[in-house]
């Protein structure tokens, strides 16, 4: 389901459901800027914007390093 940011930040559980606009939501596509991505021992962090709003996301790092070199070169 391509969302926006916006749209993101009204989802709701419903017993244990999320929903938007009364419509289940299990995965999402959303298309936005990186604008910064900070780096930790366990993930990464990167906050993306799309014009709406701005989102903060998690990568988590596997333990052989191979979540860092796969988003490695989002910037």
Avoid at 5 to 34: A, H, P, W, Y
Avoid at 56 to 65: L, M, P, Q, S, T
């Amino acid at each position: 389901m391509p969302v926006t940011v916006k749209q993101i930040n009204q989802i709701v559980e419903d017993d244990g459901v999320n929903k938007l606009d009364n419509v289940e939501v299990f995965s999402i596509c959303l298309v936005g800027t990186i604008k910064s991505v900070e780096a930790h021992a366990t993930n990464m962090v990167y906050r993306i914007s799309d014009g709406t709003g701005l989102i903060e996301c998690k990568a988590y790092v596997d333990k052989d390093g191979a979540s860092t070199s796969k988003f490695g070169d989002c910037q």
